[in-house]
Nanobody
C-alpha cells in the first residue's frame, strides 16, 4: 500500500508560479510510477505529468508543456510539480497518484487513470486573472 500527501496548493495571480509536493510512503518500490492529475467539478480527471521514480521516464500533457515540470527527490520520497506561467484555466484540485505502471494497457498516462492504484487527498490551486 502507498500513502500520498500533497501540499503546496494555494491562490496565485495569472502568470505566477506554485510548486506542489507529493510525499509518498509505504510500498513505493513496487509502485514506481507517480503522476499528477487535476480535476474541476463536473469534468473528468485530467493527467498533467508523470514520472518513474526508478528513473528513465517523464511525460506531460501537451496542455502544460513548457510551463509545468515534474521532478523527484528520492531521498525524501517526494515528487514535485513546478507550475509556472499559471493561467486561470489551470485552477483545479490537483491530485498525486501512484501505481506500478504509468500507462499499463493505455497509450498514454493521462488515459490511464484506472491504472493508478493510490491517490492523495488533493491540494487546491486557484488562479485569478
Amino acid at each position: 500500500r502507498v500513502q500520498l500527501v500533497e501540499s503546496g496548493g494555494g491562490s496565485v495571480q495569472a502568470g505566477g508560479s506554485l510548486r506542489l509536493s507529493c510525499a509518498a510512503s509505504g510500498d513505493t518500490v513496487t509502485n514506481p510510477c507517480m503522476a499528477w492529475f487535476r480535476q474541476v467539478p463536473g469534468k473528468e480527471r485530467e493527467g498533467i505529468a508523470a514520472i518513474y521514480t526508478n528513473g528513465g521516464y517523464t511525460d506531460w500533457h501537451d496542455s502544460v508543456e513548457g510551463r509545468f515540470t515534474i521532478s523527484q527527490d528520492n531521498a525524501k520520497n517526494t515528487v514535485y510539480l513546478q507550475m509556472n506561467s499559471l493561467e486561470p484555466e489551470d485552477a483545479a484540485m490537483y491530485y498525486c497518484a501512484a501505481g506500478p505502471s504509468c500507462t499499463s494497457a493505455y497509450p498514454t498516462f493521462w488515459q490511464a487513470v484506472p491504472a493508478f492504484k493510490y491517490w492523495g487527498q488533493g491540494t487546491q490551486v486557484t488562479v485569478s486573472s
